[in-house]
């Protein structure tokens, strides 16, 4: 046991458990993509709001299968990228798809920060948003220096009091329902003149709320026993997730008509004011912002290991690659992708950004899931999971699915954030052909 727990110099320390992991996956996922955008999933679907929810929860599922054998069969810190590296044998593939994650995870970081700053927070105090979204990234990757045990020992309290806020919103419901009040049938009316096209579309903001599976493939080398603790902590937070999202969204759906959940700046808070509990709203205000703060924290980890990872792999500059001596943590990468995160919050609004970031991630997971059927026929000495083809396909039909979806300005902002990666990436090959020559 001590040899997991130790680390040789320059590696990251194995000190990751399964309820560790459960947590981390399940408050990556619990953020604000319920909180903060239920409104806007409302806004595009009607009161029907947990068909989305199931939709994408299915859609999630699918994938993450894919990732729960890759994982365990090659636990690396970077993820997709080693996948993809390892199916494909092309660097600057496997870089595009490893850039790809980042670029999501500092735009979902964003995002995150946006929300953190907005209708909850303003509810509390009237601080401006750009101050408010610098110093919270700003004590995020303070945080996520200072050691990943120390920043899953804090999102497991975090991760708690989200999901209790959302276990309260599902409480004031079924308490306003008990009062003789809300509109069953309102849960079945789908508000658009196509409800295939309305709940495909809502399904596109609902799959942001799943999203955050993904960054524990980053976690792989430092988890205890990852073949054993990994599908068990990914299927368990999907599922909890799920089951916990749509009671929110039919709650939300029977308390408050379409038109108040699509207006509202902090629509949960609105749904538990309106159900008559007696909860205070000031008191959710504040979870809701720990929960929005899990989220980043949370994803912020994830974008610095893939950094770390990818620089590694030579992929980026080497300097990302290196650990803080004391903390054994990816100091130069927490510092990097922190800075390009208070950028981005300068802008676009959070649903602009959610609809970035699920682009983004589907291009990683088309790679992902092809890498998956590539490998089923390389070998490797130690048990892992294993999945049947039959999903990576369905998870591809999938992803194809919500790609369709996406506007052309989507297109645009994450096409220029690959461009950019692309000239990253051409420097650091350039850099290290210079090295070989000299």
């Given at each position: 046991m001590a040899q997991e727990s130790s680390a040789a110099p320059g590696a990251l320390k194995r000190a990751i458990t399964l309820p560790m992991l459960l947590f981390f996956i399940l408050g990556d996922?619990?953020?604000?993509?319920?909180?903060?955008?239920?409104?806007?999933?409302?806004?595009?679907?009607?009161?029907?709001?947990?068909?989305?929810l199931l939709i994408a929860l299915l859609f999630a599922l699918l994938t993450a299968a894919s990732y729960a054998e890759l994982v365990t069969k090659y636990p690396k810190a970077g993820g997709a990228a080693v996948f993809a590296e390892r199916a494909f044998g092309r660097p600057w593939l496997s870089f595009l798809v490893g850039f790809s994650?980042?670029?999501?995870?500092?735009?979902?970081?964003?995002?995150?920060?946006?929300?953190?700053?907005?209708?909850?927070?303003?509810?509390?105090?009237?601080?401006?948003?750009?101050?408010?979204?610098?110093?919270?990234?700003?004590?995020i990757g303070l945080l996520n220096a200072r050691g990943i045990k120390e920043s899953l020992s804090v999102n497991l309290v975090m991760t708690l009091i989200e999901l209790s806020g959302l276990v309260i919103v599902v409480a004031a419901a079924a308490w306003f329902v008990?009062?003789?009040?809300?509109?069953?049938?309102?849960?079945?009316?789908?508000?658009?003149?196509?409800?295939?096209?309305?709940?495909?579309?809502?399904?596109?903001?609902a799959f942001y709320s799943f999203v955050g599976f993904e960054t524990s493939a980053n976690l792989a080398e430092e988890v205890r026993d990852v073949s054993r603790v990994y599908p068990r902590a990914l299927f368990g937070a999907l599922v909890i997730a799920g089951i916990v999202y749509m009671l929110v969204g039919a709650g939300a759906a029977l308390v408050l008509p379409v038109a108040q959940?699509?207006?509202?700046?902090?629509?949960?808070?609105?749904?538990?004011?309106a159900s008559g509990l007696g909860v205070p709203t000031r008191v959710f205000a504040v979870i809701a912002l720990i929960a929005v703060a899990n989220g980043a924290l949370l994803t912020m980890i994830m974008a610095s290991r893939l950094a770390y990872g990818m620089a590694r792999q030579g992929l980026l500059p080497a300097v990302l690659g290196r650990v803080l001596p004391r903390r054994q943590t990816p100091g130069i990468a927490i510092l990097a992708t922190t800075a390009v995160a208070i950028a981005l919050t300068f802008t676009s609004t959070l649903d602009v950004l959610a609809e970035t970031v699920v682009l983004l991630l589907l291009v990683v997971f088309i790679s992902t899931n092809l890498a998956v059927l590539v490998l089923k026929r390389d070998r490797v000495e130690h048990p892992h999971f294993r999945v049947h083809w039959i999903f990576p396909v369905l998870a591809l039909a999938s992803c194809a699915l919500l790609i369709a979806q996406q506007g052309?300005?989507?297109?645009?902002?994450?096409?220029?954030?690959?461009?950019?990666?692309?000239?990253l990436y051409g420097l650091t090959r350039l850099a290290g052909a210079r090295r070989v020559t000299a």
């Open positions: 996922v619990l953020g604000a993509g319920v909180y903060a955008l239920a409104g806007t999933i409302a806004g595009r679907v009607g009161g029907a709001i947990w068909a989305p994650m980042l670029a999501a995870g500092v735009t979902s970081a964003a995002g995150l920060a946006v929300a953190f700053a907005g209708g909850y927070l303003q509810a509390l105090v009237p601080w401006p948003a750009s101050w408010v979204c610098l110093g919270f990234l700003l004590l008990a009062q003789g009040q809300g509109e069953p049938a309102r849960l079945l009316e789908v508000d658009a003149p196509s409800a295939t096209v309305a709940i495909l579309s809502a399904s596109l903001l959940l699509k207006a509202s700046g902090a629509p949960l808070m609105d749904v538990l004011g052309a300005a989507t297109w645009w902002r994450a096409g220029l954030m690959l461009l950019v990666g692309v000239a």
